[in-house]
């Protein structure tokens, strides 16, 4: 009987430290829960962190045709938009894109039967994907105006108000080049690292232009690129970065800090500087254009180990539709474009802004 007690009460002691220790355990798991979910509440408020840009240039082309066909039309389409569904359906590998499937999205959003906010709601990473590409996009595709050729009009030329691709490839019209998809290949001079640019390969002296418009926020030497400038998109997300320009003549000599340039314009030339720590140094073997995209969605992201760098391969060959033809003046031995152009928003900052550098950082104030 004293047996029987004893190991009753034994039975009942290890029930009591086991409703405890599950009590602790069911405690420690809804805590958890509970700062997973914070956790993922507060990434939502956070900014991205990464982005690998995959879209072809296939996929690009057709987005855009879509875009620009469809602004007359009852339903307009945005190409970002559409790029960024596919991005969420293919997971952001469009190495699975087929055309069937943009142009079955098409059809639904042109006849009515779905909207784009129908067919995302319940797609988790829509909104990423809306986000990211229209950071590395934002800015190619609106409405601008151009001169175009006219014989019948004083000096040839004529205005024209447009609306498609306002972006352009950053080597002039006539120029010959030559790329491959060389993102992410080793370099080793100053230290062992991944190359996040584009080289595009092409004779001394090739007229540069900007891609985007923009201000002027670096210019001058860098060990690694040489003589190079860096402009950053009017929305502050995108950077543009060319680099290796010409010994002694890199750049348009117009251009300084601060400066505004409109998509098309002249900037530098090509050339071989770099790998040196002295300026003007021509240690670059093959002349070419160091062409880089930087995405920036904070700050903190602009140098160091957060920046975020993305594969131009097939945004250059997207944007060789739209190159921009050049003149040199045999005075001042600058080239400049053909035809003028103008962008709206570039045209705003010009006359609305202000630019100045704060503890080192490049600040845009707008004004009414």
Known sequence: MVRKSKTLYIVLCEL???????????????NTEAAFRSAAYDKEKDFIKWVSFDVSCKALDKAYQYDVNSQTEEIPLNWIELLAYLGAKYGGDFSRYKEKH?????????????????????????????EAYTAVLGGMVGEYKIEVPDETAPGGKRWENKYGLKAFLPIAKYYPYSHFDDFGVSRSYGYKRKHLGHDMMGQVGTPIIAAESGYVEALGWNKYGGWRIGIRSFDTKRYYYYAHLRKNFPYNKSLEVGSIVQAGDVIGY???????????????????LHFGLQLIFDESQKEGVSEIWIDCYDIVQFLYKNRSETVKDPETKEYHRVYQFVDPVAEYYINHSTYQYNDNEFEIHIYE
Do not use: C, P
């Open 16 to 30: 009591i430290v086991l409703s405890l220790l599950s009590s602790f355990i069911i405690k420690q798991s809804l």
């Open 270 to 288: 090509m050339g071989r500087t770099g790998y040196s720590a002295n300026e003007n140094a021509n240690n670059i073997n093959t002349s070419h």
């Open 102 to 130: 943009m142009t079955e999205l098409v059809k639904k959003l042109q006849s009515k039967e779905e909207t784009m906010e129908s067919l995302t709601k319940d797609m988790k990473y829509y909104n990423y994907y809306l």
